[in-house]
């Protein structure tokens, strides 16, 4: 028996075993968290794509490299100097829609309060919530398409010059009027900011997310994408189903009653609310209320 303990003492005398500390799980689990949201998001865009051409590339150097191919070795490294570059271009795409998902975070509005955009007044009432809801499935019942994008924190100026202006109080009657077919305005989308419709056949970015379903068509995709640049909050009425739709954050959510549609809408207008308090506190801050008195004077 102490045969075997001196044997096993001698394989395991050269063993290091580090002491880990509190800190040490912390950043395991941080790390973690990290490649398991690169992963997931690596594996929604086209970045899933690239990746497995580039996993592609590396085989074939290293196949390279195992059979001595020495000018295909010789390019290589003379390329190794702009790879990190032309990775940084081939990505550009997913990678600002990254940044862009990352600073739309509630986290970066609290400890940036200053970046709140938003002027008093601008968010929408409760009769404007019952005209939105109300017109969205007065259109599902006959299926008429429409696409219909709510502005929250985050403006959609660069969209709302790529249509024709309106600037009209929102009401029922009128978003059925611009969304009947063959109208001059019923093609595209239309931007809600407040009560007010102030732009409509706007064109929208088109989403990429390979997760949408083939059966949806442009109206969705275009409302999807929009909430992937945006904190925008989009309705999408089907003109093949009626179904009703909306889209936030990035996600799709399809099939919609009235009752969950109301609801949603007032879980923004009561998180705009908060944010409208939080931007009339920094306000000075930004010296907009010296600018406002002296444009009412």
């Given at each position: 028996?102490?045969?075997?303990?001196?044997?096993?003492?001698?394989?395991?005398?050269?063993?290091?075993?580090?002491?880990?500390?509190?800190?040490?799980?912390?950043?395991?689990?941080?790390?973690?968290?990290?490649?398991?949201?690169?992963?997931?998001?690596?594996?929604?865009?086209?970045?899933?794509?690239?990746?497995?051409?580039?996993?592609?590339?590396?085989?074939?150097?290293?196949?390279?490299?195992?059979?001595?191919?020495?000018?295909?070795?010789?390019?290589?490294?003379?390329?190794?100097?702009?790879?990190?570059?032309?990775?940084?271009?081939?990505?550009?795409?997913?990678?600002?829609?990254?940044?862009?998902?990352?600073?739309?975070?509630?986290?970066?509005?609290?400890?940036?309060?200053?970046?709140?955009?938003?002027?008093?007044?601008?968010?929408?009432?409760?009769?404007?919530?019952?005209?939105?809801?109300?017109?969205?499935?007065?259109?599902?019942?006959?299926?008429?398409?429409?696409?219909?994008?709510?502005?929250?924190?985050?403006?959609?100026?660069e969209y709302e010059n790529t249509g024709i202006t309106l600037d009209s109080i929102l009401t029922s009657q009128l978003l059925v009027n611009i969304f009947e077919h063959n109208t001059p305005l019923h093609d595209g989308a239309i931007i809600v900011r407040g009560d007010r419709i102030v732009s409509?056949?706007?064109?929208?970015?088109?989403?990429?997310?390979l997760s949408v379903s083939k059966e949806l068509g442009t109206r969705h995709r275009a409302g999807l994408g929009i909430s992937e640049v945006s904190d925008s909050f989009t309705i999408i009425v089907s003109e093949e189903t009626g179904r009703v739709s909306y889209a936030q954050g990035g996600k799709?959510?399809?099939?919609?009653?009235?009752?969950?549609?109301?609801?949603?809408?007032?879980?923004?207008?009561?998180?705009?609310?908060?944010?409208?308090?939080?931007?009339?506190?920094?306000?000075?801050?930004?010296?907009?209320?010296?600018?406002?008195?002296?444009?009412?004077?």
């Amino acid at each position: 028996m102490e045969v075997i303990i001196q044997q096993l003492k001698s394989y395991t005398s050269g063993f290091y075993l580090p002491k880990i500390q509190a800190i040490d799980i912390i950043e395991i689990l941080i790390i973690s968290v990290l490649l398991y949201y690169c992963i997931v998001w690596i594996k929604s865009t086209r970045a899933y794509t690239l990746l497995k051409g580039i996993l592609f590339v590396g085989i074939f150097i290293l196949l390279a490299d195992l059979f001595q191919m020495s000018t295909v070795l010789w390019i290589v490294k003379n390329l190794a100097a702009v790879a990190a570059t032309a990775v940084v271009i081939i990505f550009q795409p997913e990678l600002r829609k990254a940044l862009e998902q990352l600073g739309q975070k509630n986290l970066i509005s609290r400890m940036m309060p200053f970046e709140a955009g938003k002027d008093e007044g601008e968010f929408f009432t409760d009769k404007t919530i019952t005209e939105l809801v109300r017109a969205t499935f007065d259109m599902s019942e006959v299926k008429t398409g429409a696409l219909m994008v709510i502005e929250q924190n985050i403006l959609l100026s660069e969209y709302e010059n790529t249509g024709i202006t309106l600037d009209s109080i929102l009401t029922s009657q009128l978003l059925v009027n611009i969304f009947e077919h063959n109208t001059p305005l019923h093609d595209g989308a239309i931007i809600v900011r407040g009560d007010r419709i102030v732009s409509a056949t706007c064109y929208l970015p088109l989403s990429d997310s390979l997760s949408v379903s083939k059966e949806l068509g442009t109206r969705h995709r275009a409302g999807l994408g929009i909430s992937e640049v945006s904190d925008s909050f989009t309705i999408i009425v089907s003109e093949e189903t009626g179904r009703v739709s909306y889209a936030q954050g990035g996600k799709l959510t399809t099939g919609v009653t009235p009752s969950e549609l109301r609801e949603q809408l007032h879980r923004i207008q009561k998180k705009s609310n908060w944010t409208d308090g939080k931007t009339k506190k920094f306000r000075i801050w930004k010296g907009r209320d010296k600018h406002e008195e002296t444009a009412n004077e």
